[in-house]
């Protein structure tokens, strides 16, 4: 299985961006998908998760209201809507994937990992 993520850039505070995530090797229907962030020095963060694509999405609080996450109806995608970005938002993003239908939020929970795309968000 791999997670390949994509559409990570600049973006002015304020601004809006889309990364986006595709899995190869299976897919993901009925079991989990989501994503964590890491910044520069910190630990890793989970952002948010969808629990299989007939879910709802779950977020931290640090994002909720800005951020939304959606999955393709396939299962092997899961996109994450960022709005009203703030420079405290800069990280790497990663995808991940479990076997189960739970989105937890400690790392350790989840199966799979993709590469991460990085996101700044700076004037």
């Known amino acids: 299985v791999q997670l390949q993520a994509s559409g990570g850039g600049l973006v002015q505070p304020g601004g809006s961006l889309t990364i986006s995530c595709a899995s190869s090797?299976?897919?993901?229907?009925?079991?989990?998908m989501g994503w964590f962030r890491q910044a520069p020095g910190k630990e890793r963060e989970f952002v948010g998760g969808?629990?299989?694509?007939?879910?709802?999405?779950v977020y931290a609080d640090s994002v909720k209201g800005r951020f939304t996450m959606s999955r393709g109806s396939a299962g092997n995608t899961v996109n994450l809507q960022m709005s009203s970005l703030k420079p405290e938002d800069t990280a790497v993003y990663y995808c991940?994937?479990?076997?189960?239908?739970?989105?937890?939020?400690?790392?350790?929970?989840?199966?799979?990992w993709g590469q991460g795309t990085l996101v700044t968000v700076s004037s």
């Open positions: 991940v994937a479990d076997e189960s239908s739970l989105t937890p939020t400690y790392p350790l929970a989840w199966d799979y």
């Open positions: 090797g299976r897919t993901f229907r009925t079991k989990a």
């Open positions: 969808i629990g299989s694509i007939s879910r709802s999405a």
